[in-house]
């Protein structure tokens, strides 16, 4: 295909109410290098017309390392016995939120695993606590739980909601997920944004059994689910866990998938992922940055516990004090021409609600965010 051939189908998925699969996978496909090139520096333009050059923080807290689930790709499966567990008390979660606020960034990410004795209201009053006293945004990613606790812990004040679906495909997700349902995921998705949350989700890429039009389907699910957020990043083996000895995730089809994701959902945000930071040893955020991403999450939980955190191996920053991760995401912008954006960073559908991406889907999204507000 000529590289005006290429740009005629990237100019269609980016028109699209919703893309055609066809399209998506012909895009997924893309190995030559010249169209490799158009198919980013079409994301980066789409990037820079609809979210800007800056490149948003969120300071990142993982509070708990307990979970039930099995999920066959994830270090803090239930099944990893060699993993010592934590869960950090309300004032040493508020102690970490202090140094994200002292560093100037203004989004909290509240992460742990999926607990079956989460105290949702010691959350309840973390998220309190922050909006107490400090100026910050709260999103939270705390995995699968009731209406009532997500409607509990919007009302303390938390924003936003990150729950990535990690494959939108229901076959695939059931394999891996065992004892999860696809259809509990998508309700939550629902609830969370029928409750008024900003609302995140997203995918892994390079996940055993993924085919490129599975790929292509995530991108179609993103762009049905209006989301505020979408995280695309590469799964990573993790030596305790069934998927031990499958390949990484494919770094040229991650940084595809996020510029079809940019091209697709222009108003969303885009974190050039830890993972994408993390893939071989190699700290590849910023190729992430040129395909259509803006956000990046510098960590700040604790050192004392950061290690067990252990998701997958060699997470980038592990060793990094805060203050310094926030000075190399400076650097990085720099080297890439753009420029760190300290503000909150809220979904550009409630900060421009006429400007940018005019979806025809955005009237009815606000509708339902203003009913739900109601509640
Ligand atoms: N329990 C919450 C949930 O289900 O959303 C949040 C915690 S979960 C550990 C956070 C994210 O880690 C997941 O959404 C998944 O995409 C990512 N993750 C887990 N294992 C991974 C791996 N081996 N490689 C890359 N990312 C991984």
């Avoid at 910050?136 to 990150?162: F, H, I, M, P, Q």
């Avoid at 400007?355 to 965010?369: F, M, V």
Wanted: proline residues 5%.
């Amino acid at each position: 295909m000529t590289n005006r051939g290429i740009e005629a189908v990237l100019e269609r998925i980016h028109g699209a109410e919703m893309p055609d699969l066809a399209d998506l996978m012909l895009v997924l496909r893309v190995t030559d290098r010249a169209e490799l090139e158009s198919v980013f520096r079409f994301a980066d333009a789409v990037r820079r017309e609809s979210v800007g050059d800056g490149i948003l923080l969120r300071g990142i807290i993982e509070f708990s390392n307990v979970c039930r689930n099995t999920c066959r790709y994830c270090g803090l499966n239930r099944r990893n016995t060699h993993l010592a567990r934590y869960r950090l008390t309300c004032d040493e979660i508020l102690a970490a939120v202090e140094n994200i606020c002292r560093a100037g960034i203004k989004t909290v990410v509240l992460q742990s695993g999926e607990e079956d004795n989460l105290d949702a209201d010691g959350l309840t009053e973390v998220i309190e606590g922050v909006r107490r006293s400090l100026d910050a945004a709260v999103t939270l990613c705390v995995g699968e739980r009731s209406r009532e606790e997500y409607r509990a812990w919007k009302r303390a004040g938390a924003d936003r909601y990150l729950l990535k679906i990690e494959t939108s495909d229901p076959g695939l997700y059931g394999e891996l997920h065992p004892g999860m349902s696809f259809e509990n995921r998508t309700r939550c998705l629902e609830d969370l944004a029928e409750l008024g949350y900003q609302t995140g989700s997203g995918s892994l890429v390079g996940l055993k059994g993924q085919t490129v039009e599975s790929l292509a389907g995530d991108i179609r699910f993103f762009k049905r689910g209006r989301f505020d957020m979408i995280s695309v990043s590469p799964f990573i083996p993790h030596v305790q866990t069934p998927l031990a000895g499958e390949p990484a995730g494919d770094l040229r089809m991650t940084l595809k998938m996020i510029a079809l994701t940019r091209i697709a959902c222009p108003q969303a945000h885009i974190p050039a992922s830890t993972a994408m930071g993390s893939l071989h040893g190699r700290d590849e955020r910023p190729k992430a940055l040129s395909a259509g991403a803006n956000v990046i999450m510098p960590n700040f939980t604790p050192n004392s516990v950061r290690r067990l955190y252990d998701i997958y191996p060699g997470k980038t920053g592990s060793d990094l004090p805060p203050e310094q991760s926030v000075a190399a995401v400076e650097r990085m912008a720099a080297a890439a021409g753009r420029w760190v954006d300290f503000a909150r960073g809220d979904a550009l559908r409630l900060t421009r609600p006429s400007g940018g991406d005019s979806s025809p889907l955005a009237a009815p999204y606000d509708a339902d965010l203003a009913e739900a507000r109601r509640n």
